[in-house]
Nanobody
């Protein structure tokens, strides 16, 4: 059974920084893409950043130059370094894994339960 465990959310002042982590477990052989999405109250869930197993990244325009996504393939863990945080970054941040391969099984995708990030003075 796959699990995605997120950590690192919390309350931070505008201009501050936070680092989110998401660790995947469950006899996983490989994960093609891992990423972060967010959902603010009353809004749809949106892509924040994704990274492939080869290290290719993609970011939402609203977070480019402020957020950095990285991953440790050996640990099946993805990170999101968030700098220069703004109140509009306030949301629940969700981790997602795509194309998850076990030794003898495949799962197209899996979501974490989310971690709250609040940017406020």
């Amino acid at each position: 059974q796959v699990q995605l465990v997120e950590s690192g959310g919390g309350l931070v002042q505008p201009g501050g920084s936070l680092t989110l982590s998401c660790a995947a477990s469950g006899s996983i052989f490989s994960i093609k893409t891992m990423g972060w999405y967010r959902q603010a109250p009353g809004k749809q869930r949106e892509l924040v950043a994704i990274i492939t197993s080869g290290g290719r990244t993609s970011y939402a325009d609203s977070v480019k130059a402020r957020f950095t996504i990285s991953r440790d393939n050996a640990k099946n863990t993805v990170y999101l370094q968030m700098n220069s945080l703004k109140p509009e970054d306030t949301a629940v941040y969700y981790c997602k894994a795509d194309d998850i391969h076990g030794i003898s099984w495949f799962m197209p995708n899996y979501w974490g339960q989310g971690t709250q990030v609040t940017v406020s003075s």
